[in-house]
């Protein structure tokens, strides 16, 4: 998980490439960077840190130019936030390049001993090196040539953008796993980013999404960006985006995710309608869980209350709690609403349960808060399988759902009953019209090498 | 607005303290401060910015002894943050104390002129100092009977805690305005402190509010807290504490603040039944909104939806926007839910109108995202009158209702129809077993020299 | 140990103050601070840090006015470097007023009790504070009687400048024992600093030393200060400016610190001169010893060397060395240039010893590197006492010379030889026509209560 | 001009890295890192900054292992500090490797332009690069071939330290350019570093200089390193080590660099002998030109004095003076010694004369401050050509003595008179035993490609 983003044609590229970041800063908040082209040269910054530190003043001056990519980078452990903070630059045959990278690419071991064998060297651990070596080592003319060529070597959920000294070249995989959409600037020129909310602060008109196996190419020859179908589309979104990664007042495919979530929320109270289920109230894990708590309670007439209040002064670095303090790391984020609460039976839901033990903690919390019962619902399938598309999900061996049935994860996190949405229930939430990437709930991974 | 803390009887009272302080958050994010006290000495750590980021391990350590206060401080113009920081420390005649306060002495300057003509110094401008100065040109012999008599010169809405070398004093003023409750740490000893929602953040009961006219001392000769009536109670507490300030979580005066303010939603919306109004959705302005709209929806049935979105990554220092993208600075904190109200009729919810201006830009970003109407209701009354009473409210002529008609400023926030409480409303949402400061509403300045 | 500055009646007030500061730095570092007045109000910006970190362009900006003191803060044991930083700043009877001090007041507790017992209290542990409850406490009319009044209850070495809302009154004390004086900005206005070095760098030429007892009053009425001699001057100014504090290029009472020291090495030399001593070279301990090995070589026909390097680089924060590198924290400091002293006898010059640790592990740190015989010179007699007046030396007990004969400090450090100035030697070194305050060497403390 | 350094077979590698890297501070300020290895794994932490700043305690934890490389980068115009830092990392087919670099590479652009041909991308402008991707591509099995071959297609001024997982390989040019030794740490293990002055303070013993042309490999299976003349040696070890670069406590090439710098000011005073030339006082330009000054002194017989103070304290950040205080940047960083030199005929010494400003400046303070005359005194030859092999020095057209003769030097800085030392003079001083690299002044570039 992280974001891209891209301006082309517009002279507060790099400003206007920073607020983009900015309003898709939940995709990643480790480190941030941008490139801009201007008279042939290629300005880059990029540090650690969230957009609004990174890109003071001083930096924007520095980044010249009509156009400009950008990278927000989630935190993966064992990474160098510096070293690996994008764009990734570098100087090669035709000249200068700059690239960014949002997904994950599964063969890249394979290319990586490849290249490495005919004397490559990789001087950090991310794969969009392998993109930036294949294109260098293209024996092609064109820049656009040889990032076809380099693509072709290429498997994995991926969107880049390739930026030279006077073009952008955009690239979503086959299969669109990671979202990707073009818009119109009302300043002038064109955005394509991660995802819509970007839009909506940089004041673009959403176009439409970037399609599977394309190749959008900005070029000041053409007015337009020229587009080229790389790839025969098979289309299959993410359907983590809708779960959990993308803001809710983000358009992806065509579908609202605020609006799939409170579907998500409405279909978990369908399941329990024919249930002798009495509950006083339904209460979202925040923020993540509100969309489909509203959608359960539109559902079933349950009523919705924010029993659980999310405390944002949470920063970084804050006193380690002492033996005395244990769990207070969970309650600093979350605080029970207490007198609401007490003595109340409730219909909690969650966006996932992955390792189990925040879920654990929160029904706890709510228990010790005078909670007389606690039915925990989950607006998405049991995770069983890791993700090699871009998410970062831990080893299976420490997903939950790999290791319980469902009846002993809901003994294990103490919870008075449990139930997750199916895979079928999932699919028709978001919109049955499509088939989607589904791989950490039924283990198809689809994107074979 | 500020908040404060006392510990008293806990090893690990300072960092009890700043984990309190933590919880209250809310309440002032401009300085943060905590005096301990240790064998006969105070320390005193305070610095401008949040608590998470002054108090390191290292302060907490330097901190020792089993006593402590602390402040929040909310910036206000004019001041400055390292100097005005709070706990005020002072040697007197009687040793040391420290002091920390919430509130507003409203003949601040005429204490202030008498101790000058005779000859004192003020080296800040906050009328913790006052208190100081009283308690130390008193001529008692014993520190509780110097506070009683420097409370008798002072007149305002207060709530302090002096801090002396073994010692605790806490003071709430005689008509209770500013809220401080009564807690038993499950670690041992006691705690006082702005809000509830501290208490559960240390693992604390609940005992009481601490009166109006209260003053309790804590020492190491007695297990419990003295109590000394100092005045005549004639509670009152602050309105707006409900309405705005406090955490949702919070309990004060026996009600909790989340339910007073899904009462208010509730009056909203019975007061609107009998009209012809046909709305699509219930919208918060998130996050202050959100309970009253809860309340609003379930009362009329109209759905509730977070048609707004809020956006926590904004920090203090960010790029100034440029001419080109002027309502930025707004927009960068709130979001439309374009899919969601695009030609949809809003009831939108938000807690208070002060000078306007906000509204107005939330309602031009709900029309420009496509909404039909905009209903514009407010939870609570039209603010006519300064608070003296320890709030940052503007001049009255910046106050838009003093200025202007209800129609007036419906017309100037271009909403479709405006409502607010009436101040009855607001008093039976919030009970109407007692008598509260409501003089923002009603200009009944009650406190007098 | 401190520094103060003035400047009056130039439009760059404040800037020129900090370049002044910074001049001086070498007189502290653990805070800075300049009040500027403009317009009848006070500005003041402190913290801790070097003045080239607090005193930004913003910083800057923000002390309008045409006049400005500042203040360099030396770093004491036990003070907290935000709260005792200065100028310190109050509001009294007469209005605003900023005081900036360097020196110290010995009968400060006796003053602070009886002021406490009216009724003060003190926020600080800075003797500035007596000075200011002093002048608001006068009954007097005009600021200057207030002053005067205030200084018949002070006893010490000291300077002050108090700033109010349009004049300076700048007050050195009797005995002129810490160094202060008045030069003319080039660019027009006054400057009164500790030392003349500043004078260099803002472009101002020395009129004069302020004159013990006297008061100088800067205000708009008057082209030039008015001048008012307070009490009969006792001239003693402080020998120790001479031996260490001052910087080289400083004049103080007519005389050239740097040639003072010259002077202080030839005294040396010439008392060693009928000794049976043989030395390859003198070696001074950089960078204090400089100016007395010159002069000692000067005399003695000795070549100097630099057999020691002093490394510029270390900060504040360092790596803590392990037990293995237990040396490592005088080493990273001063370095012995091994090629130049193996095998040979060298004279060091040192210009004092306090405690011993210091000399010792430079005496063992040549001694390891090779270096065949070190006889240890000091340009200053023996420290016996403890000073009161305005400089940081340890308590009594932990002084070598206190504790020890100058033969046992010998075998102590493991010198081959050690031989001190006596106090006469000192003092004709200085010049002999002026009586010095000598009392860390011969316990005259002649400021008395 | 940077520093490297390799320490090998000691559990405090990376500690006693950091220390060696703190003693070399002086060769670059901009930026720092070092890469240990342990476990088959390499770790490297580099950022901008001084080594006090970068190493922290948490930095030199991460830095697990037996052995440590580490680089100190020096500024130069155009380089991005963080991402230019050394060492570069790499994996490639034999594993992971991370090399620093002291010198220049002058067929840098040539090698990189073959290498990119063939399909290479470089990251970075460093030409560290070069190397890393040559012995990534060469065919050979063993890394010690790999570097021999991407050695011999390197031509240049060079010293390379190559760490793999568990041995180390350090080079140096065939003509010892810049400078490179070897120790023995009484600690366990050995050190490698640009100078002796970082031998003293991690308790090393100087074992000899790296030969010209060879290669050192550090391994667990020999106690010894192993040696192996890799190209035949044609010494011409850089003289401006001597000159200007080098702490004056090395020993480069069996020459203490202090000694060779007095050399220089005794031939300057000897060329200055039969002269009628009437000075007071001899007056180094601190601190480069001081152990010069002193042998002038001590041949002619003229006495030295300090006459210009250096301030510590010029931080890199600080107020940028206004148009009324223009000189004040100079200033700052020296004063001149007003009581001293006032009236006076001064002969002052600085090291060299590159772009003739500064030289400029100092004779105008000096007169300023009333110096009668100023003869100015250069302990190098003039500088006609700029350096390729490693010392950042500007284009020929900006080097004073390349568009003006030494009469015409001398107007420019209005000196009274002004002599260089002879090319043959700067030879003799050093040692007449050895050749050399004297390019900057003779223009003789002898590394041709």
Same mark, same amino acid.
Request: proline share 4%; net charge neutral; with cysteine.
């Given at each position: 998980m992280c974001a891209i983003v891209g301006i082309y044609g517009n002279n507060n590229a790099a400003r206007l490439a920073s607020v983009a970041l900015f309003a898709m800063q939940h995709r990643g908040q480790e480190a941030t960077g941008i490139s801009s082209s201007c008279d042939g040269k290629i300005y880059t910054k990029k540090d650690s840190g969230l957009v609004s530190e990174v890109f003071t003043d001083e930096a924007l001056q520095y980044l010249k130019g009509n156009m400009a990519i950008g990278h927000n980078r989630y935190s993966t452990a064992g990474s160098d936030s510096i070293l690996d903070a994008q764009p990734v630059f570098a100087k090669y045959k035709l000249g200068e390049m700059s690239i960014v990278h949002n997904g994950n690419l599964i063969n890249k071991e394979e290319v990586r001993n490849e290249l490495?064998?005919? *004397?490559?060297?990789?001087?950090?651990?991310?794969?969009?090196?392998?993109?930036? &070596?294949?294109?260098?080592?293209?024996?092609?003319?064109?820049?656009?040539?040889?990032?076809?060529?380099?693509?072709?070597?290429t498997v994995g959920a991926y969107c880049f953008i390739v930026q030279s000294r006077s073009k952008q070249f955009v690239i979503r995989d086959r299969?669109?796993?990671?979202?990707?959409?073009?818009?119109?600037?009302?300043?002038? *020129?064109?955005?394509?980013?991660?995802?819509?909310?970007a839009f909506d602060l940089v004041d673009a008109d959403f176009i439409r999404d970037v399609n599977p196996g394309e190749m959008l190419i900005f070029s000041e020859n053409n007015e337009q960006p020229e587009s080229i179908q790389l790839f025969e589309p098979?289309?299959?979104?993410?359907?983590?985006? =809708?779960v959990y990664f993308a803001r809710p007042d983000s358009v992806i495919d065509g579908k609202n995710v605020y609006i799939t979530r409170e579907n998500m929320g409405k279909t978990l109270a369908k399941n329990d309608a024919n249930k002798d289920l009495k509950v006083d109230m339904v209460v979202p894990v925040p923020d993540s869980g509100v969309p489909a708590a509203l959608g359960y309670a539109a559902q079933s007439g349950v009523p919705f209350e924010l029993g659980i209040i999310r405390n944002h002064y949470?920063?970084?670095?804050?006193i380690e709690p002492t033996q005395e303090m244990r769990n207070l790391k969970v309650r600093m984020k979350l605080s029970p609403m207490k007198s609401l609460i007490a003595g109340k039976s409730l219909l909690v839901i969650d966006d996932s349960i992955v390792r189990g033990t925040t879920s654990k903690r929160i029904v706890k919390m709510l228990k010790?808060? *005078?909670?007389?019962?606690? &039915?925990?619902?989950?607006?998405?399938?049991?995770?069983?399988?890791?993700?090699?598309?871009?998410?970062?999900?831990?080893?299976?061996?420490?997903?939950?759902?790999?290791?319980?049935?469902?009846?002993?994860?809901?003994?294990?996190?103490?919870?008075?009953?449990?139930? =997750?949405?199916?895979?079928?229930?999932l699919r028709n939430s978001i919109g049955a019209d499509r088939n989607y990437a589904l791989e950490s709930f039924d283990g198809d991974y689809f994107v074979t090498k």
């Amino acid at each position: 998980m992280c974001a891209i983003v891209g301006i082309y044609g517009n002279n507060n590229a790099a400003r206007l490439a920073s607020v983009a970041l900015f309003a898709m800063q939940h995709r990643g908040q480790e480190a941030t960077g941008i490139s801009s082209s201007c008279d042939g040269k290629i300005y880059t910054k990029k540090d650690s840190g969230l957009v609004s530190e990174v890109f003071t003043d001083e930096a924007l001056q520095y980044l010249k130019g009509n156009m400009a990519i950008g990278h927000n980078r989630y935190s993966t452990a064992g990474s160098d936030s510096i070293l690996d903070a994008q764009p990734v630059f570098a100087k090669y045959k035709l000249g200068e390049m700059s690239i960014v990278h949002n997904g994950n690419l599964i063969n890249k071991e394979e290319v990586r001993n490849e290249l490495i064998d005919k *004397g490559a060297i990789f001087q950090t651990g991310m794969d969009t090196e392998n993109l930036i &070596h294949l294109i260098a080592k293209s024996s092609k003319d064109r820049l656009r040539d040889r990032i076809k060529e380099a693509l072709n070597k290429t498997v994995g959920a991926y969107c880049f953008i390739v930026q030279s000294r006077s073009k952008q070249f955009v690239i979503r995989d086959r299969y669109g796993i990671r979202p990707l959409s073009l818009g119109k600037l009302k300043s002038g *020129g064109y955005i394509v980013a991660s995802e819509t909310c970007a839009f909506d602060l940089v004041d673009a008109d959403f176009i439409r999404d970037v399609n599977p196996g394309e190749m959008l190419i900005f070029s000041e020859n053409n007015e337009q960006p020229e587009s080229i179908q790389l790839f025969e589309p098979e289309y299959r979104p993410c359907a983590f985006e =809708y779960v959990y990664f993308a803001r809710p007042d983000s358009v992806i495919d065509g579908k609202n995710v605020y609006i799939t979530r409170e579907n998500m929320g409405k279909t978990l109270a369908k399941n329990d309608a024919n249930k002798d289920l009495k509950v006083d109230m339904v209460v979202p894990v925040p923020d993540s869980g509100v969309p489909a708590a509203l959608g359960y309670a539109a559902q079933s007439g349950v009523p919705f209350e924010l029993g659980i209040i999310r405390n944002h002064y949470v920063g970084r670095t804050f006193i380690e709690p002492t033996q005395e303090m244990r769990n207070l790391k969970v309650r600093m984020k979350l605080s029970p609403m207490k007198s609401l609460i007490a003595g109340k039976s409730l219909l909690v839901i969650d966006d996932s349960i992955v390792r189990g033990t925040t879920s654990k903690r929160i029904v706890k919390m709510l228990k010790d808060a *005078g909670a007389k019962e606690v &039915h925990f619902r989950v607006a998405s399938p049991e995770i069983k399988f890791p993700c090699y598309y871009g998410i970062d999900t831990p080893n299976q061996e420490e997903l939950i759902s790999f290791k319980m049935t469902k009846e002993e994860v809901c003994k294990y996190i103490e919870a008075d009953s449990l139930e =997750y949405l199916s895979i079928e229930d999932l699919r028709n939430s978001i919109g049955a019209d499509r088939n989607y990437a589904l791989e950490s709930f039924d283990g198809d991974y689809f994107v074979t090498k």
